[in-house]
């Protein structure tokens, strides 16, 4: 089965902050991944698609990028309404893991 | 618009059973392979059981084989998990997602199924 290892589990920022999570596939999966960010109490939303690709509404300053077995989400500009658990997931094979989520707090 | 709607959560008595539905709206539900992932309180995301879109084949994790069935109505719109044998252990808000393949997920809000004696 496909792994993801995601990092850090934790980050504490400042609104501003260039933030970066990273999503590591035990193999190879090509572009099939997706990032998502998840409030308290709420579903998670979709970021990110095929790796790389912006899913419509989001806003710009969140940008995802893939080397080799390496995904990155990363987030220019850290706002307020960012401060979430963002997820990633393997979107092509079973049993479609998650990575372990990275909790975003306010420094 | 998209919508899924889950419903059919709750407290079980452990070795109890439930059955969730998810009621699909704002898209041709029968084209789409369908999930449910779980979530247990404060922890990740894990998914459950798969069904493809004519409802032929199946998969499900390890964690639930041979205890959960998944299904789907596509006559009416509505994906299944019916879930027996329960156990603390399976305590969680439960999703189901659309399966947009390379372009990702689209999620319900989830219901709670609450495991206790």
């Known amino acids: 089965d496909i792994q993801l290892t995601q990092s850090p589990s934790f980050l504490s920022a400042s609104v501003g902050d260039r933030v970066t999570i990273t999503c590591r596939a035990s193999?190879?999966?090509?572009?099939?991944l997706a990032w998502y960010q998840q409030k308290p109490g709420k579903a998670p939303k979709l970021l990110i698609y095929?790796?790389?690709t912006l899913q419509s509404g989001v806003p710009s300053r969140f940008s995802g990028s893939v080397s080799e077995t390496e995904f990155t989400l990363t987030i220019s500009s850290l706002q307020p309404e960012d401060f979430a658990t963002y997820y990633c997931q393997h979107l092509n094979s079973f049993p479609l893991p998650f990575g372990g989520g990275t909790k975003v707090e306010i420094k | 618009e998209v919508q899924l709607v889950e419903s059919g959560g709750g407290l079980v008595q452990p070795g109890g059973s439930l059955r969730l539905s998810c009621a699909a709206s704002?898209?041709?539900?029968?084209?789409?392979?369908m999930h449910w992932v779980r979530q247990a309180p404060g922890k990740g995301l894990v998914w459950v059981s798969h069904?493809?879109?004519?409802?032929?084949?199946?998969t499900y994790a390890d964690s639930v084989k041979g205890r959960f069935t998944i299904s789907r109505d596509n006559a009416k719109n509505i994906l299944y998990l019916q879930m027996n044998g329960l156990t603390v252990e399976d305590t969680a808000v439960y999703y189901c997602?659309?399966?947009?393949?390379?372009?990702?997920?689209?999620w319900g809000q989830g219901t709670l199924v609450t495991v206790s004696s």
């Open positions: 069904i493809s879109s004519d409802g032929s084949t199946t």
């Open positions: 193999q190879g999966i090509g572009t099939y």
């Open positions: 704002g898209f041709p539900f029968k084209t789409y392979w």
């Open positions: 095929a790796a790389s």
């Open positions: 997602t659309r399966d947009r393949r390379l372009l990702g997920h689209d």
